[in-house]
């Protein structure tokens, strides 16, 4: 599992898709992350967002409200 704080202290450090690829790669076993992988490698943005929708929703998580958030954390 991705730890969130991890996470957001990787991409104030640097490159953003840089250090998201890296932190997947390290979960390359799992196929949803495969999944993932895959996905942005060939810059499906349409499908890594329904992915990131239906993870969020089997978790019970509002998506639009992470994306705000997150953009709040990082001052986007």
């Known amino acids: ?6 996470l957001m202290q990787m991409l104030r450090g640097g490159n953003p898709q840089q250090a998201i690829m890296s932190m997947m790669r390290q979960q390359a076993n799992n196929p ?4 993932a992988i ?12 329904k992915l990131a929708r239906n993870l969020c929703n089997e978790q019970g998580i509002d998506a639009d409200k992470m994306i705000e958030n997150i953009r709040k954390e990082m001052g986007i």
């Open 38 to 49: 895959n996905m942005a490698e060939k810059k499906d943005i349409k499908g890594l967002e």
């Open 32 to 35: 949803v992350i495969s999944n």
């Open 1 to 6: 599992m991705i730890n969130p704080m991890m």
